[in-house]
């Protein structure tokens, strides 16, 4: 066996009807699900809002600082 006969593995990306599946599971464990991901092996993972990072607070540059304290 080469190499290149090992990485020409078909992708298996999961349906709709399971992901939907996978979702409706997920709430029924009480998550609050804000996303999900799908995997070329087929695998689905579900994301919780409380689990997403916050929102970066507003950027304000050093100059923005340096204006506001004239």
């Given amino acids: 066996m080469n ?3 090992a990485t020409k593995i078909k992708p298996r990306y999961p ?3 399971k992901i939907k599946a ?3 599971i997920a709430r029924e464990l ?3 699900v804000a996303g999900f ?3 070329p092996d ?3 993972r579900v994301f919780e809002a409380r689990a997403a990072p916050a929102a970066p607070a507003e950027q304000v540059s050093d ?3 340096f204006e ?3």
């Fill in 3 to 5: 190499a290149t006969s």
């Fill in 15 to 17: 349906n709709k009807p």
């Fill in 22 to 24: 996978m979702v409706d």
């Fill in 30 to 32: 009480g998550f609050d």
């Fill in 37 to 39: 991901e799908v995997s």
């Fill in 42 to 44: 087929g695998s689905i």
């Fill in 63 to 65: 100059f923005d600082r």
């Fill in 68 to 70: 506001s304290e004239l």
